[in-house]
């Protein structure tokens, strides 16, 4: 899960946006598909980042655009978040692809475009703690 731990001098502010048809679990990694949040994490990347869900939402019954869901969007928030191999001192400063909607892959770096999380502490084996990369460019 990714959980929010504190904000680098700003205030925190979550937005409202549409969810897809899908079932969201708050401290899931949320990317944009067609104007929607889902957590379908393998499709997330840099440009089409949204955040992390603030609350559980269940659209899965539903059509795309029936449920919102609060996620937090700054790219100054920081995060704990477990890793889904063995997270040591030298990933510091990696950019991570997540490995599901709750976890990163921290012992190999993502590309520009998949390394949608820096990791900017190692808190143990399992955990490290880091924030969101966002991309104003589209993937190509």
Same mark, same amino acid.
Do not use: H, W
């Given at each position: 899960?990714?959980?929010?731990?504190?904000?680098?001098?700003?205030?925190?502010?979550?937005?409202?946006?549409?969810? /897809?048809?899908?079932?969201?679990?708050?401290?899931?990694?949320?990317?944009?598909?067609?104007?929607?949040?889902?957590?379908?994490?393998?499709?997330?990347?840099?440009?089409?980042?949204?955040?992390?869900?603030?609350?559980?939402?269940?659209?899965?019954?539903?059509?795309?655009? /029936?449920?919102?869901?609060?996620?937090?969007?700054?790219?100054?928030?920081?995060?704990?978040?477990?890793?889904?191999?063995?997270?040591?001192? !030298?990933?510091?400063?990696?950019?991570?692809?997540? !490995?599901?909607?709750?976890?990163?892959?921290?012992?190999?770096?993502?590309?520009?475009?998949?390394?949608?999380?820096?990791?900017?502490?190692?808190?143990?084996?399992?955990?490290?703690?880091?924030?969101?990369?966002?991309?104003?460019?589209?993937?190509?």
């Amino acid at each position: 899960m990714f959980d929010l731990k504190f904000f680098l001098g700003v205030q925190d502010v979550e937005f409202e946006q549409l969810v /897809d048809v899908d079932s969201i679990t708050k401290g899931d990694i949320l990317y944009f598909a067609s104007g929607y949040v889902n957590n379908a994490y393998a499709s997330a990347t840099t440009a089409l980042l949204a955040g992390v869900a603030q609350q559980t939402v269940d659209n899965s019954g539903g059509s795309a655009g /029936d449920l919102t869901c609060l996620v937090q969007m700054s790219p100054l928030a920081i995060y704990n978040v477990d890793t889904a191999d063995t997270m040591t001192q !030298a990933y510091v400063g990696y950019n991570c692809a997540p !490995a599901s909607a709750t976890t990163l892959t921290s012992a190999s770096q993502g590309t520009d475009i998949t390394g949608v999380f820096k990791i900017m502490k190692m808190i143990s084996a399992s955990k490290c703690q880091g924030r969101l990369n966002f991309a104003g460019i589209a993937d190509t």
